[in-house]
């Protein structure tokens, strides 16, 4: 079996690939047949001593359970089985039952209900899970408990990074091997537990027995969580800063601690300002710096201020904000004339505004910038000549508003998000669709990635979610509740599935294991035609779309998706990956080729790509030239000259690639 990403391939065999099917249609199955049985109780000693004998072999680089082989090859890709899909749970902790282990039933959601544990041994950490024991609070009962692929926040894995959690409204099913286990798809569903300190400071403040004692204790556990975050933050411990300075602010904000010492929640507001700008945690990095702000300050309040200016302008910039990050650089400059980095700031951001308003870049200058450690471009998108809009029989397109002329540039697009195949978060993965039985190679690096950055951002979550997967979810638009974001991971998964484009080896080679991907949201409207009206090129994280042909206003732009200059095998990937088959103008008339001349031209074509691959075109000799030309003329051969009229023959591109290169330097 092969499976094409791009110009890699990944072959899998027959043997391999019914492996993966069988293991988990096994698992279905079985879960079929326990739907609601009572959960079997585990000997406690037992599960930890599995846990901790796994998690030993793990850190020794034993097998992964979930991985599979690649034909001829000792590397191997994380196998997973998608297309059961199920809805975050959308309710407040504070409106759900209580549970307990011994509640659990197999193969069920229980929706209605959270379940409070804490871990018991130490975390099993997979390529694509995480896995480790936990026990109820009285510590009587024991089960396992899994992440599924999204299970870091920060580089940190989620379950080694605390000991009591809650999870909302369970999921006890089976893994792949039949274990029985609790399993966790959507990050929002886990809740880190609360440092129980902080309960006692609240009890202490509600009791309220002598209230300016109980006021001091809370404002010096406050002042101790704001000092324990500055040195954290010294430590460049991101997330326990992060944490610390939360714990903190839950206190400052009571109001009888606010009303005493208002400047303490301001101080842990603006801290934790710029820990979210470090952990790119952009929404509430603004309103963090928002809310830090002082009226009627004196000199000392007045820099202050201007520090929180300053932190709200990068968050809003860095979300592609840029009249308000204006707005934000305007006031802090205000406040402290002459400062060099909002006066910066501000420059930066008027060629944000004219690249997004014009289409004017300075690509020689951007390029020149790019390298491998730094791939990201910072610059705007530039949309203006297109729009969203309904297609006959397509769903929905992107349309010209104007009249574009070859060659000219339809449209710039800076990337929602990209993995560059260089680094560490690069993951291919082959997924098991058991809605359609087809094993894909899949982009679950660009998966997680996209995921963690709504999980930081909520803002972004529409924009992402308004684009095509076969997943739609339960129609409901929340994106968040007091627990923290909501992001349905089964959603982003297909979305990216169906939406993703490769950037190609901009920064050296690389393969189908680590693949370079990224997610435009604007480009991601383009339809598919074998007769493409546009081209596309990578300049890092920016996509340039020109038109390959005069394109009139209103007219839909259509890129090619799969460049394969087969029919049949074009055809094939267009159906394995975007579930569709293309029937443009050239479709149409390959369709009626004799099977025995299609098979004929693939196999030149296959002969051409090695014949390039082995002959230089630069210093090319006179027969190889002939030879070439022999080549070009069977493949001219294989088309009907009446049937492709006015049609391209795209089997013979290649070689005449090769010809003209040839020739002119001859």
């Given at each position: 079996m092969t499976l094409r990403h791009d110009d890699n391939t990944v072959f899998m065999t027959e043997h391999e690939a019914e492996r993966i099917r069988n293991t988990v249609k096994i698992r279905l199955e079985r879960c079929s047949e326990l739907a609601g049985w009572e959960r079997e109780p585990r000997d406690t000693k037992d599960a930890i001593r599995q846990a901790t004998g796994a998690s030993l072999m793990a850190d020794m680089g034993a097998a992964d359970p979930d991985s599979a082989q690649k034909k001829g090859q000792q590397d191997t890709l994380p196998a997973l089985a998608v297309g059961q899909p199920y809805s975050p749970c959308v309710t407040p902790l504070r409106d759900l039952q209580p549970m307990k282990l011994s509640d659990l039933r197999s193969e069920t959601h229980h929706r209605g209900l959270c379940l409070t544990i804490r871990r018991a041994s130490p975390v099993v950490m997979l390529v694509a899970r995480s896995w480790t024991m936990v026990c109820d609070e009285e510590r009587g009962d024991i089960e396992r408990l899994e992440m599924c692929l999204h299970k870091t926040r920060h580089g940190q894995d989620v379950l080694e990074s605390a000991f009591l959690f809650t999870i909302k409204e369970p999921y006890f099913t089976l893994t792949d091997q039949g274990e029985a286990t609790i399993r966790i798809d959507h990050p929002s569903d886990l809740v880190v537990g609360q440092d129980e300190a902080i309960n006692d400071v609240l009890d202490s403040l509600n009791r309220k027995p002598h209230p300016n004692h109980d006021r001091?204790?809370?404002?010096?556990?406050?002042?101790?969580?704001?000092?324990?975050?500055?040195?954290?933050?010294?430590?460049?411990?991101?997330?326990?800063?992060?944490?610390?300075?939360?714990?903190?602010?839950?206190?400052?904000?009571?109001?009888?601690?606010?009303?005493?010492?208002?400047?303490?929640?301001?101080?842990?507001?603006?801290?934790?300002?710029?820990?979210?700008?470090?952990?790119?945690?952009?929404?509430?990095?603004?309103?963090?710096?928002?809310?830090?702000?002082?009226?009627?300050?004196?000199?000392?309040?007045?820099?202050?201020?201007?520090?929180?200016?300053?932190?709200?302008?990068?968050?809003?910039?860095?979300?592609?904000?840029?009249?308000?990050?204006?707005?934000?650089?305007?006031?802090?400059?205000?406040?402290?004339?002459?400062?060099?980095?909002?006066?910066?700031?501000?420059?930066?951001?008027?060629?944000?505004?004219?690249?997004?308003?014009?289409?004017?870049?300075?690509?020689?200058?951007?390029?020149?910038?790019?390298?491998?450690?730094?791939?990201?471009?910072?610059?705007?998108?530039?949309?203006?000549?297109?729009?969203?809009?309904?297609?006959?029989?397509?769903?929905?397109?992107?349309?010209?508003?104007?009249?574009?002329?070859?060659?000219?540039?339809?449209?710039?697009?800076?990337?929602?998000?990209?993995?560059?195949?260089?680094?560490?978060?690069?993951?291919?993965?082959?997924?098991?669709?058991?809605?359609?039985?087809?094993?894909?190679?899949?982009?679950?690096?660009?998966?997680?990635?996209?995921?963690?950055?709504?999980?930081?951002?909520?803002?972004?979550?529409?924009?992402?979610?308004?684009?095509?997967?076969?997943?739609?979810?339960?129609?409901?638009?929340?994106?968040?509740?007091?627990?923290?974001?909501?992001?349905?991971?089964?959603?982003?998964?297909?979305?990216?599935?169906?939406?993703?484009?490769?950037?190609?080896?901009?920064?050296?080679?690389?393969?189908?294991?680590h693949a370079s991907t990224g997610l435009w949201i604007r480009a991601a409207y383009i339809n598919h035609s074998c007769l493409a009206n546009t081209e596309k090129e990578f300049i890092g994280d920016l996509m340039v779309l020109r038109a390959a042909q005069p394109i009139a206003a209103g007219q839909e732009l259509f890129h090619t998706y799969d460049r394969s200059s087969d029919y049949d095998t074009r055809q094939r990937a267009l159906m394995t990956t975007w579930g569709f088959e293309c029937e443009c103008e050239l479709c149409v008339v390959e369709k009626t080729d004799d099977p025995g001349v299609r098979k004929r031209r693939k196999d030149l074509a296959e002969e051409v790509d090695v014949f390039v691959q082995k002959e230089g075109w630069a210093n090319a000799k006179r027969l190889t030239i002939v030879k070439a030309k022999r080549l070009a003329r069977d493949i001219e051969g294989t088309y009907d000259g009446e049937k492709y009229e006015g049609m391209p023959r795209l089997a013979i591109r290649t070689i005449q690639e090769w010809l003209a290169l040839a020739e002119r330097k001859r």
């Open positions: 001091a204790a809370a404002e010096k556990f406050a002042k101790a969580c704001k000092d324990n975050g500055n040195a954290a933050l010294e430590k460049h411990d991101l997330p326990l800063a992060h944490a610390k300075y939360t714990n903190g602010l839950i206190i400052a904000q009571q109001p009888e601690v606010f009303k005493h010492e208002p400047d303490l929640a301001r101080d842990l507001f603006r801290n934790r300002a710029h820990v979210n700008l470090l952990l790119n945690q952009l929404d509430e990095a603004k309103s963090d710096a928002k809310e830090s702000l002082i009226g009627s300050p004196d000199q000392r309040q007045t820099d202050l201020n201007g520090k929180a200016y300053f932190r709200a302008g990068c968050a809003a910039y860095n979300l592609g904000e840029y009249r308000e990050a204006k707005s934000f650089f305007e006031k802090q400059l205000e406040l402290t004339p002459g400062n060099t980095t909002a006066g910066s700031y501000l420059r930066k951001i008027e060629m944000r505004l004219r690249e997004q308003e014009s289409g004017v870049y300075n690509f020689e200058k951007i390029r020149a910038g790019l390298s491998r450690s730094r791939p990201r471009v910072d610059a705007a998108s530039f949309v203006g000549n297109t729009e969203v809009r309904e297609s006959t029989g397509r769903g929905r397109g992107l349309f010209a508003t104007r009249d574009i002329a070859s060659g000219e540039m339809v449209m710039c697009e800076k990337a929602f998000c990209v993995v560059w195949g260089h680094e560490k978060e690069a993951l291919t993965a082959m997924t098991y669709d058991v809605r359609d039985d087809r094993i894909r190679v899949s982009p679950v690096g660009l998966t997680k990635d996209v995921v963690q950055k709504l999980f930081n951002n909520p803002s972004q979550v529409g924009k992402v979610m308004g684009l095509y997967g076969d997943y739609q979810g339960d129609s409901t638009d929340l994106q968040k509740t007091e627990d923290g974001p909501i992001v349905d991971t089964f959603r982003v998964h297909d979305i990216v599935c169906r939406n993703a484009f490769g950037t190609g080896n901009q920064f050296g080679a690389e393969d189908v294991s």
